[in-house]
């Protein structure tokens, strides 16, 4: 008898069905009971992955993985690190538990995909549902992070408000729109650019290239102002190794080199300092704006 999801995430009742554990085994320290029948191994970290597995295996066929928990095993992870597993069921009712946040709703068959032995709701479908609920700034993410994973344009959510115009959250999917951009890097660059456009600053370009034709070679920038010669970039994890970082001093040295300002920044900056970052940000913006005045040639006109 095959259990599905042993041992990672599995039905307590199917396994001892099929003679893998006892009773008295699963109540011990080596599974940890998340749902009703639903267990985990106990020494695995009970992220948002683990949980969305054991959540399905507590709603398999009555329901799919979708929101969050969708984007996280569609390999666009946008969730706060406490978002809980999230299923859309279809079929029966579901009982609401800690940790388990359930929608109930109809799905088409082409609403819904296969991640390998799990179901979810696919990508868009994903990225409609996470555009419609929720702080204006993690739907913007969530929709960033969905097409820039799965390559399509942001504006197909459109086909969802023609479809379903009666959805609850419609009249919020449009404003996701006008400021999403699937050539964001990262939830985290997402935030960043929103952060200056929601403060009034312009909206900056996205994956800007600079190009060295003599080196033969392309930087990209997060973001940038061309015409003011502003790059700003959003430092992860992955910028602090000591490979990252020697990569970054060369391609800063290069980058001012050619004139162009730099400011980095850190989740740090973003979520403490936010006000710290639109003010310099303005000023950098400001000063270009005052030199290119006070160098024109009188009677020429503004650009």
Same mark, same amino acid.
């Given at each position: 008898?095959?259990?599905?999801?042993?041992?990672?995430?599995?039905? @307590?009742?199917?396994?001892?069905?099929?003679?893998?554990?006892?009773? *008295?085994?699963? !109540?011990?320290?080596?599974? %940890?009971?998340?749902?009703?029948?639903?267990?985990?191994?106990?020494? !695995?970290? !009970?992220?948002?992955?683990?949980?969305?597995?054991? %959540?399905?295996?507590?709603?398999?066929? !009555?329901?799919?993985?979708? @929101?969050?928990?969708?984007?996280?095993?569609?390999?666009?992870?946008?969730?706060?690190? *406490?978002?809980?597993?999230?299923?859309?069921?279809?079929?029966?009712?579901?009982?609401?538990? $800690?940790?388990?946040?359930?929608?109930?709703?109809?799905?088409?068959?082409?609403?819904?995909?296969?991640?390998?032995?799990?179901?979810?709701?696919?990508?868009?479908?994903?990225?409609?549902?996470?555009?419609?609920?929720?702080?204006?700034?993690?739907?913007? #993410?969530?929709?960033?992070?969905?097409?820039?994973?799965?390559?399509?344009?942001?504006?197909?959510?459109?086909?969802?408000?023609?479809?379903?115009?009666?959805?609850?959250?419609?009249?919020? #999917?449009?404003?996701?729109?006008?400021? %999403? *951009?699937?050539?964001?890097?990262? $939830?985290?660059?997402?935030?960043?650019?929103?952060?200056?456009?929601?403060?009034?600053?312009?909206?900056?370009?996205?994956?800007?290239?600079?190009? *060295?034709?003599?080196?033969?070679?392309?930087?990209?920038?997060?973001?940038?102002?061309?015409?003011?010669?502003?790059?700003?970039?959003?430092?992860?994890?992955?910028?602090?190794?000591?490979?990252?970082?020697?990569?970054?001093?060369?391609?800063?040295?290069?980058?001012?080199?050619?004139?162009?300002?730099?400011?980095?920044?850190?989740?740090?900056?973003?979520?403490?300092? $936010?006000?710290?970052? #639109?003010?310099?940000?303005?000023?950098?913006?400001?000063?270009?704006?005052?030199?290119?005045?006070?160098?024109?040639? $009188?009677?020429?006109?503004?650009?």
């Amino acid at each position: 008898m095959v259990v599905p999801g042993w041992p990672v995430a599995f039905r @307590g009742s199917l396994a001892v069905a099929a003679g893998l554990v006892t009773k *008295d085994v699963l !109540r011990g320290p080596r599974f %940890a009971r998340l749902f009703p029948d639903t267990y985990v191994a106990a020494e !695995r970290k !009970r992220d948002l992955t683990l949980r969305s597995h054991a %959540a399905y295996r507590y709603v398999e066929g !009555r329901g799919v993985l979708s @929101g969050y928990a969708a984007a996280e095993l569609l390999g666009a992870s946008c969730g706060p690190r *406490d978002a809980p597993a999230e299923v859309t069921v279809f079929a029966g009712k579901q009982r609401v538990h $800690p940790g388990l946040l359930v929608h109930r709703d109809r799905l088409a068959p082409g609403e819904m995909q296969c991640v390998g032995t799990l179901r979810t709701t696919t990508p868009i479908r994903t990225a409609w549902d996470l555009a419609r609920r929720g702080d204006l700034v993690d739907r913007v #993410v969530a929709v960033d992070a969905l097409a820039r994973v799965h390559g399509f344009s942001p504006d197909l959510l459109l086909n969802f408000l023609v479809h379903f115009p009666r959805a609850r959250g419609n009249d919020a #999917v449009c404003e996701v729109l006008s400021l %999403a *951009d699937r050539r964001s890097g990262s $939830p985290m660059e997402t935030r960043l650019r929103l952060l200056l456009v929601l403060a009034g600053l312009p909206r900056p370009e996205v994956q800007w290239v600079v190009q *060295d034709e003599q080196a033969r070679r392309a930087v990209w920038l997060d973001l940038a102002y061309p015409e003011h010669m502003i790059g700003i970039e959003y430092e992860g994890e992955g910028h602090t190794t000591p490979e990252g970082v020697l990569r970054d001093i060369g391609r800063g040295t290069d980058l001012v080199d050619k004139g162009w300002r730099l400011y980095s920044y850190t989740k740090y900056e973003i979520y403490c300092e $936010p006000e710290k970052i #639109v003010a310099q940000i303005r000023r950098a913006l400001e000063r270009t704006r005052s030199t290119s005045v006070g160098s024109m040639v $009188p009677g020429a006109p503004l650009r």
